[in-house]
């Protein structure tokens, strides 16, 4: 088991429209991984969808990076739906 690789753990629930990080499982390969975050994570018919992925290859951004990374959104208000002039036949939207 020393050697099993860690997976983090999405799961889609029944009634929601994206995968939630619920957790993480060791596993040795993939199809394990699977399994045990089913038997795990869904034990009581709350999914409907799972994802495993190896913790390894996840790469995320850092706190100190925030302004690097979102700042330059910001003076893009195309962007915005309030950039755009409807037409009257649309109605509300």
Do not use: C, Q
């Not at 495993?52 to 706190?63: E, G, K, L």
Request: no cysteine; hydrophobic share 40%; proline share 3%.
């Amino acid at each position: 088991m020393a050697e099993w690789r860690l997976y983090e753990v999405f799961v889609r629930s029944k009634h929601g429209l994206n995968h939630k990080h619920v957790g993480s499982v060791h596993a040795a390969d993939a199809e394990m991984a699977m399994e045990n975050a089913r038997d795990l994570y869904t034990r009581r018919n709350e999914g409907v969808s799972i994802w495993v992925v190896p913790s390894d290859t996840i790469t995320a951004s850092a706190s100190d990076e925030k302004e690097v990374l979102f700042d330059p959104s910001e003076d893009k208000v195309y962007r915005h739906a309030s950039f755009y002039k409807l037409p009257d036949e649309v109605g509300h939207m």
